[in-house]
């Protein structure tokens, strides 16, 4: 996930000059923080510098992966919130212990992220939050999509449940009437500079037939069956933070043969930013597809451009790439200028293959335009911070906070829970996103997808079993994963508010689906049974036993 850190951290373990050592990042298929940081790279190189001119590959078994691989931090969170009769939220205290295992490997980092989304999406007067980072003799923690938040955002969005039916308040109404405006401090004392679209999130999701027809929905649930929905609102912080430079450098080429090539120094891990760079270029400078091309993440030829990961690509590199892009087109016309014989640029527009200047229906090939020689461009862009420090502990300052720009959601669950099983089927989902302007709507319905279903592994399928610091669910017979039957039909909707910062607009949109689903299921649960289950996922076996001592009195 990043190439040129991989470099930097291999060269000390092998002993050589950074110069030495070559990293190509093809497409790689999903990681979501798992091939974030170096793991088996430097054995890799051992090994390979031992076995001169031979390929050297590691292929571990289901059951060895599951063993040496990160996992996401369990948590423990304690949450009090209060708010005044009318439903204004007043105050918010936090404690949440985040297991790391027996390395860091980010786990501060992590930590602070849902430190930092700890409160929501909210105003809130007064709050008090804290988290500690626990080496403990589970596996290792470490970087998976969300880093940290979908943790915090389930023990939250649970809490506003729980608060509005103490209150008597819809639970939608006691969002809108809380949520963050532009311009409001948000729960860790930052002011809000950026696009801030929670509240038309949720006001779609109010005028949406899942959220109006509810209750003839629910009323429908047959024999043995009952039906709930459930509601959760949820953030993501785009990028490093304020102390480590998010920045991105893009290289554009226009090649000897009139096509433009564009060199990405950030991975595409599969969320297709890579199309999205060409797109950019392309229609910058006035081109179809086909006269664009694309060198993938190469330390000898590209430039470093940072991680994929933060939900920073598109936005970072996206930038730097626009800035190369324009560069590139005003050389170009004014190689054009005097090829043409022109006194100005007036007139002249960038076509596939060629410039051609509209007034006199004259043009001339890119091929050769300067003298038969490829023409080279770079640009830099470094993502603008928080210009105000916040009250905090100031070693987490070091680890992100504050974010300066966020994306926002309203996530919609419509489940049916089996009541001789306590089987749980998610039967409907709506998810109401703010990433700022799309650029790639198929590119958005797909990161939108995925997302919501690996959150519904995290609600309802994925139990990592350790007991002792030994795992239990070593494989996919006993660690249980959604399969394309479990996942609902979903309606993946956007709100069109530009971000002025992004690339035409856009803000991140890699992590925000991960962090609705289990709040939204287990608020719907709750609707459904009348029970609240507080650890995650929800399984058969949980929900079967919490309806059990329901009935019984015990629950």
Known sequence: QSPFRDRRELAPALGLEEEKIRVRAPYCGGAFGGKDGITVQALLALAALKCAGRPVKLWLSRSESILA?????????????????????????????????????????????GLEHSGGPYRIENTQLEAWAVYTNNPVGGPFRGFGVPQVAASMEQT???????????????????????????????KLETSTAIGDCLEKVRQHPYWKEREKW??????????GVGLAAVMQGMGYGPVVPDMAEAKLELTAEGRFRVYAGVVDMGQGNASTYLQLAASIL?????????????????????SSSASRTTYTFGNALIRAAKKMRAEILDRAVL????????????????VSHLPSGRSIALAGLFTGKQKLVTSRFQAPVAGREIDCDPRLRAFGIP?????????????????????????????VTDCGRIINPQLFQQQMHGGIAQGLGYALFE?????????????????????????????????????????????????????GPLPAVANAVADACKIRITSAPLTAEKVLAAMNGRTEGEG
């Open 69 to 113: 691989s990160c996992k996401r931090h369990p948590a423990r969170l304690s949450y009090r919130l209060g708010a005044s009769a009318d439903g204004t939220f007043k105050a918010l205290e936090v404690k949440a212990w985040y297991d790391t295992g027996p390395y860091d490997h980010l786990g501060v980092a992590v930590m602070t992220l």
């Open 160 to 190: 506003v449940d729980l608060l509005a039916e103490k209150l008597a308040i819809c639970p939608l109404e006691l969002r809108l009437k809380n949520v963050l405006k532009r311009g409001d401090i948000n729960p860790v004392g930052l």
């Open 218 to 227: 629910k009323a429908a649930a047959g024999p043995f069956k009952r039906r």
């Open 286 to 306: 006035g081109q179809s597809m086909e006269q664009m091309e694309l060198v993938l993440p190469d330390t000898a030829k590209t430039l470093a451009s940072g």
């Open 339 to 354: 090829r043409l014989g022109l006194e100005s640029a007036a007139g002249l527009a960038l076509e596939p293959g060629r």
């Open 403 to 431: 974010h300066f720009i966020f994306s926002y959601a309203a996530h919609l669950a419509l489940v049916e829970v089996d009541t001789l099983t306590g089987q749980v089927e998610c039967r409907g989902f709506l998810a």
């Open 463 to 515: 139990q990592f079993l350790v007991e002792e610091g030994r795992i239990l669910t070593s494989d996919l017979a006993t660690y249980i994963l959604p399969c394309a039957a479990d996942i609902p039909d979903m309606d993946c909707r956007a709100v069109d508010q530009a971000e002025p910062s992004g690339p035409f607009g856009l803000k991140g949109a890699g992590e925000i689906a991960m962090n």
